[in-house]
């Protein structure tokens, strides 16, 4: 059953209305998936162990917006047991009695796993667990699902890439976290890496997202009318995940570009991808507005780290401080992060990633105004604030400083609209009417604002430990383990040590 709610969610067969309904349905029968792994003994996994620890996973991620630390312990459980049913090891190279049937479905769990992991590290902001062991496990094959079966003497030879199959997405995204992996892996170093090595990596994951068949690859205009929910869905998957490991990859050497030309590749490469990412942004959110394509599948929201977007900010906001070659540039920079800022503030009620979101990019624009005379409109659009900053030259934000005396709490309260509640059909909001109104208050009395502002203060050096401590989710590890049905007992004394 809760196979069948998730699948029916993912094809938009939910409607609003059932909605709430579903999210039970998936929360009563998570508490069944414990059970059975329980009551089978998962340590010692047999047939649909692992599928059933999946499901589990992604009903966990699913439910718990804001905070995904035990997705994040699930995987760990997970990856160990993939481990001892020597999932790290193709079959074709060590042998054993397993069917090629057995053997490819293997292959499927294995990157299926991967995916997750890489999924579940980059929202907590801990290095993965899968990228961590050595593994010889092949790419599933490009296989429809009539090509073989349990009885399979052989299998056929992979379909080419550019034949759409129901593997291929899951084929595509997974070259991409294997290189991704890499990436995390190397952004995690206590030191900073080689410069060969970051553009070794760009180079494999260029390579990677070069093999997507153009049916996956992000259209610049946008979803089509006449695109699947499902297929929407998958090209802005990857194409995120592609920008945001290329914004990971180059980041820390994004100011070093300031002083030393050999790293303005990565300069360029950095804005590039942040300027993507919060192009997705956009279109993704119009996506899911009342009447888009993906207006039933606003799950799909939940499962984008909110620190993907943020990173993409920052650097578009440390490309300002050091100034732009012309003023059309900075237009065009200075309206991405104005549109993210509008969107946050349109899911201000919705958790609180979005209420710290929304602050980040009022603190944003509110330097950006102050140091560049642009001041934004109530369309968003960048407006000179005085004759006399007309005549300034763009040379950035740098030079200013959060932590005077004049940028109070209530002034970084101000620069996020609204600053203390959203009204449907408001001036300021471009929400779809719908004749509801909701109240929002956040008490920024309590936020640690000191840390953000040192954080802001641009010297020729950016501290991206600092940026990645104040912007991920720093409350999760306190969370008590999902609790078990209260009225389900066992005689087994191990239950509740699962």
Known sequence: MIVATLAALGASEVSQVNRASA????RTYRECCIQCLV??????????TLETMFIYMESEFLVNKDDQVQ?????????????????????????????PFQAEIRRRLWHHLLQLDLLTSFHIGLPGTIQAIDSDTLLPGNFQDEDFDEDSAVLPHSRPDSEITPMSYSICKSRLCIVAGRIVALANRLSLPEYQEVMT????????????????????????VIDSPATIIRRFSLA?????????????????????PEFAFSQRVSLEAAMELLRCQSMVHEAALPGGQLSRDRWFLSSLSMHDFLLAAMIVYLSLSHGTRSSDEQQERINALAQSRAIW???????????????????????VQSGTGVGLSSTGAPTSTSGAAQGRRIDGVSSLSLNDQTTAHRQIVDSIQPSAHLVAGSSEDTTPSSG??????F????????????????????????????????????????????????????????
């Open 23 to 26: 999210m039970e349905t998936i």
């Open 39 to 48: 009551l089978s003994n998962y340590t010692k996994p047999g047939p649909y």
């Open 71 to 99: 997705s994040f312990l699930l995987v760990g459980n997970a990856a160990r047991l993939a481990l001892r049913m020597g999932l790290h090891r193709d079959s074709a190279k060590v042998g054993g009695n397993i069917t």
């Open 201 to 224: 990596l760009d180079r494999d994951l260029q390579i990677a997202y070069q093999k997507i068949p153009p049916a996956f690859l992000l259209d610049p205009r946008g979803p089509s």
């Open 240 to 260: 995120i995940l592609f920008q945001k490991s290329r914004c990971m990859l180059h980041r820390k050497h994004l100011m070093r570009a300031e002083s030393n």
């Open 345 to 367: 503030n349109q899911e201000w009620a919705v958790s609180a990633e979005s209420k710290k979101a929304a602050m980040v990019l009022g603190i944003m624009l509110k330097k």
């Open 436 to 441: 509801l109104g909701v109240a929002v208050e």
């Open 443 to 498: 008490d920024f009395t309590s936020a640690e604002m000191d840390p953000l502002g040192a954080m802001f203060n641009v010297p020729t050096g950016f501290d991206w430990e600092l940026f990645d401590t104040q912007l991920r989710p720093q409350d999760g590890a306190d969370q008590a383990w999902p609790e078990i049905m209260g009225d389900f007992t066992t005689e087994n004394d191990d239950y509740y040590n699962f």
